[in-house]
């Protein structure tokens, strides 16, 4: 028998070594396929290409949509959305922009990254749009697990690769961290077989992003001659802006050469002037196409096939008393050779005292032409003797303005008077009479152009069923009786009530047509029926 | 002493003071008078003439005035009041009584306008008045309501005890007839005068019967109250005495102003107005006033249906106002003048003293006229909403207000009969009157004549189909329907035609109408479709039908003397009827035609007098706005006429007769005979066989040309010609293919007409477009068995 003393520790030793051997090797290998893991991801997810080399560069248009997921508050909480019908299939896109299309927001947020680039080439049925947007790494490496849904298949496509959701109807495909996705497969392939000549230009992309100045997008389009449009306009730059209350887009129209040279001939080729501000109604215009108005009535006469008013009213007038033709034809003479390029017109009112219903017009006009209402004193005051109603400028002095009495009183009777630099005319005394007792507001329209045009829906829309509830309840509108037509115009007050003003603004630029359109909405607590109207709906 | 006489004197005193008291009324009777200017502001338009395009006033040529006359018997008050206004307009009314004063019920307040046509307008809103009334000023309404009723409290507030008495007097040269030289005028002019208790003049109100519209053209836009305004002057002048001058128009629809004097202008305005206030102060002079009993007859009757709905009420306010012996009767509205003298001839024939009709009163409801006016292309006409029994409408529901009528006036409506159905149709056996028929005929195809006034009328002016495609019509926006204005200005159009219209026939329309429901107007115009669908070239319209006549005389009949075939061609679906009419006088006579159609296109009387009418392509070709269809005239022919002879000349001097063809067959002076009644004149028989087409005439179209020749091949050159014959060639198809006969795709009926058996045998188009059987009846057997 042994005394020796048996050790067992290396035994133990050896065991928690071999255990300690074993654990550093599984981390080595878990460090090892963590690194793997990561030098895949960081491989798959690297920024290989830019946008521009996916975006074609002959597209149609192209749409540029700036940080789209950081303005979707801005985008959902637009009442523009109330705009459109209860049942138009568009409303159910607001509710899909604010749930995240149905994605986690970290998702979202990463699957979509900065600037979105929509284009195509197709403008009348838009079949092969291209979206084009860049995604974040983790957005990039999201996506290549897609092979984990059901929703995303593979379609080798000769080698590209591109991915195909088909209940969504839409194809896409990755290249480094760029999305490129298209409804039309086709798209997809020519995205991603672009050459350098073929696609946009870094520089391009880059220009159209510097002159983004905050809005919600920026459209170019270009239109082929066979394009329906093509044949008016060469190309067009929209901008839209977007915020709580208000939308505003700008529109930069290069008009095709043939319809360029046509509307010169109709409105000349101006410059954007500084316009004045119309009288005050509901509807208003201002214009100034650098043509004194005479002209360029006389031209859309020859071109456009619109009667000349000054001619109109001459030969009606000359009709009426042939004893009277100079007198009348002395004042419209001296108002059509005083006129100049600018104008104001103004659909104030509808009076419905008159006869019958009477649009109220105000026209307001510059005369540099010569200070006509300089002449007015010279008029006489009181009608020819035992013709009381002749049809025959009168002046009257204690409202200093001079109307030609037609017939029905006021409504009908013509009337110009002083209006601040110019002269303000009326188809109706008593608007004239209201109008000419507001000092004309001497500002200008905020922007310059040739053409701006102003609404007050709300206004415009309940003026104008006055007359229409008018003529229902005479019998007069055809298949409608006050309450049918009360019911038939709910939508349409619903939406009128919306809108506190349309405002536009649009002018020549650089043999261009830039049009400034501005919707304001009405604040949400003037819209919301009251309970008497709620219950009368009820 | 004393005492004794006293006694003595005091029980006479006594008695004499207490009998007065038994005898004499209880009431004690108070009056007032006031009046207040109204005229607007200038500028204002003038109300009356549509020529004036509703411009405005240009001068006040003399004042306008709200004057009130305040009666009270204790037990009635009311407020009479004259205003120098065109017309009362609802919106007005409401508005004064809502401010006047609450002392007099509003069912006693008489408001009345002089119908001066130099006074305001502006206070209509009703769109489609707004064109002669001028703009909607509500400032100009409410201060014309505030002045009348200031002129009701002043009245209230200068009452004071008073007497009445009321008398009528005689003019012959005042006024005259607007429409006919020396037509009929109102010589009465009815006074009323009320003095105070001490015999001072409180009013003088005069009833008399003429157009305020003599202010002359220099003027015609000044305000003033014309003849009536001197009128005033005058007899408040004459009176003195702070007497204020009342006036009432009567019925003066077709009543003017005449020119007693000879002058013109404002002279001639001042002179009648003058001469009319020396007359009723003349006649006030002789009223003997006392103490009187006020009744006051209120109702809101409906009135009848009517085309113009969207410019007149559905019911109507009517007033009487009994003062004593004397019955006021207020028209909303201008009765021409028969109107007023009938009504008066009723009113005295009742037992009252005195009778005075005021018009334009409490509405205005525009011109009313009697039956024999209906028609007549005049303006008082035209703008009678109504119908032609507008006239015995007022009569029936004034003579309800009147106290003396102890009778339900409402006429019993005729006694209807049941349609009886025949192969294809239907049978109607009328009698009575000629409403009673048109009634009858009404009620048995209401709903019938209702959809076809709703589908041939209404529809297409609803559609713009009816309307003219020139002019303003043609310019309204597809969106705008017309036809609320466009079916009364059809409705005034279409009335023109019945100037030469017989009234049974009037009468047997408007029964129709009356069992229908429709307005007069509205079956009229149904009546006249025929040639307005045609006349204005319209779509399916336009295929007209081309009938075909056929007589048998001479020695082509047998004993029978004579037989007219007949087939009738028609575009449209309709219902057939075979009516037998038994009118209270003239002939029985039947007709053969549709359930809404009044004319006669083939029709025969008891006498054998046969009367067809032949469309032709040219059928409405010289039709005048005068002129009624010819199978309108037709139903009077039948009825009064016995002979060929007399039914042609009176064809003839109607004139009516201009595209289509009338064949009038039957008996002669001598023997049966034939005639057709052309635009060009008259053409007899030249042969046994008598048709259309004369022998070698080119001027036949030839489809009319082709028929004809196939009825002479199929009836031969000689031989007899017999009923069966006759049926057979009737409702064999006609060629090419489908046979030698005449029946066609539009053939509607076809008859035979046996005049000297008064035997009609008719057949109607079957479902499958085939004749039916033939039905016999004879008009003979039917006189004789009365």
Known sequence: ?538 | MFPRRFVRMLTPTLLIVVGLLVVAPAHAFEAGAAKVELTPPIGTPLNGYGDRLARGSVARHDPLWARCLYLNDEETAVFLVNTDLCMINPALRDRVLELAPPEVPKENIFLTATHTHSGPGAMEENLFVRFVSGRFMPDVLEQTARSIAQSMREALAAKRRAAIGYDTGKQLVLSANRRVDKGPIDEQIGVIRVDDADGNPIAILANFAAHPTSVPDSDQYSFSADYVGFYYDELETLAGGGCIALFMNGAEGNQTINDPEGRSGWERTESVGKLLAARVKGIANDIDCGEVKLRVGYAEPSLPPTMATRIQPAQVVLQTLEINELLMCFWPGEPIVELGLELRRQALAMGYAKQFSVGLSNNYLMYFVNREYFGQPWYEAKVNFFGPGISDWFYTEFTRLMSKNTTDPTPAPPATVAPVEVPGGFELKLSGNAYARGFQRGAAFAADVAEQYSQRVEAPVKSAELLPTAGAWSLLPDWIDASPLALPTLAIAARTRLEKVSLDTLREIEGMAAATGLPFDGLWILQNTRAMEVAENRGDFFAFPLCTVVTALDDRVAESGMLVGRVFDWPREETPVYIEHRPDTGHVFCEIGFTWNAGIFSGMNDAGLVVCVESTDQSTAGIGPGDAPIEVHLRAVLQESATVEDAVTRLRALDAVHGDVVLVAGPMKKGFGAQLVTANGIREPDSGLFTRKPAGDGTIDRDARARYERVAAALGEEGIVTTQTLESVLTTPSGPDGGAGIWNSDSRHAVIFVPARGEVRFTFRKDDGSPGPFVVRRLKELRDSE
Request: glycine content about 8%.
């Open chain 1, 1 to 538: 028998m042994s005394e020796a003393v048996r050790n067992y520790q290396g035994m133990r030793f050896s065991r928690a070594h071999r255990r300690r051997k074993t654990t550093r090797r599984i981390v080595y290998a878990l460090m090892g396929l963590v690194l793997g893991v990561l030098f895949w991801a960081y491989w798959n997810t690297r920024d290989t290409h830019n946008m521009a080399s996916l975006i074609p560069g002959e597209q149609s248009y192209a749409v540029y949509v700036p940080d789209l997921l950081s303005r979707r508050d801005t985008i959902t909480a637009s009442p523009l959305w109330d705009l459109l019908p209860a049942d138009s299939p568009y409303t159910g896109w607001r509710q899909s922009l604010a749930d995240n299309l149905g994605l986690p927001e970290w998702v979202l947020n990463n699957f979509i990254y900065g600037l979105c680039h929509v284009s195509g080439r197709d403008v009348d049925q838009f079949s092969d749009v291209l979206l084009v947007t860049r995604m974040t790494s983790v957005g990039t490496l999201l996506e290549k697990l897609h092979g984990f849904s059901d929703l995303v298949r593979a379609d080798h496509a000769g080698g590209l690769n591109i991915r195909v959701v088909p209940d969504f109807g839409i194809y896409y495909a990755v290249r480094g961290r760029v999305l490129v996705v298209s409804p039309n497969r086709e798209t997809v392939i020519r995205a991603l077989t672009l050459t350098d000549e073929t696609a946009v230009t870094e520089e391009r992309l880059a220009d159209a992003e510097r002159s983004l100045q905050g809005e919600l997008l920026l459209g170019r389009f270009r239109l082929a001659e066979d394009n329906t449009f093509g044949q008016y306009i060469d190309g067009a730059e929209v901008r839209v802006w977007l915020d709580k209350s208000d939308a505003r887009a700008v529109l930069r129209v290069r008009p095709h050469p043939v319809w360029r040279e046509t509307l010169e001939g109709l409105v000349g080729a101006p410059e954007a002037k500084s316009l004045r501000v119309p009288p005050p109604g509901p509807v208003q215009i201002s214009a100034d196409f650098g043509v004194p108005v005479p002209e360029l009535w006389a031209i859309w006469g020859e071109k456009g096939g619109i009667p000349d008013p000054w001619e109109s009213a001459t030969t009606f007038l000359e009709g009426q008393n042939p004893a009277y033709v100079a007198q009348n034809r002395a004042l419209l003479d001296a108002l059509r050779n005083s006129a100049g390029s600018r104008w104001q017109l103004t659909w104030a009112d509808i009076n419905m005292d008159a006869i019958l219903p009477v649009p109220e017009f105000l026209l307001a006009f510059d005369t540099p032409g010569g200070n006509v209402a300089g002449i007015f004193p010279g008029l006489p005051a009181a009608p020819p003797a035992g013709d009381p109603w002749a049809v025959v400028p009168r002046y009257d002095a204690a409202h200093d303005l001079v109307s030609i009495p037609l017939m029905a009183g006021p409504a009908f009777a013509p009337t110009v008077g002083a209006y601040g630099e110019g002269l303000l005319l009326s188809n109706s005394e008593t608007a004239a009479a209201r109008a000419l007792g507001i000092p004309a507001d001497e500002g200008a329209v905020s922007e310059k152009g040739n053409l701006y045009a102003r609404a007050v829906p709300r206004t415009t829309f309940e003026m104008c069923m006055r007359a229409l509830e008018e003529l229902a309840e005479y019998g007069l509108l055809k298949n409608q009786t006050p309450a049918s037509l009360e019911n038939a115009a709910a939508p349409y007050r619903n939406l009128a009530n919306k809108i506190a003003d349309v405002r536009l603004v649009a002018g020549m630029e650089d043999q261009a047509v830039r049009v400034d359109l501005r919707l304001t909405m009405t604040p949400a607590a003037e819209t919301a029926p009251t309970e008497e109207a709620q219950s009368a709906q009820q």
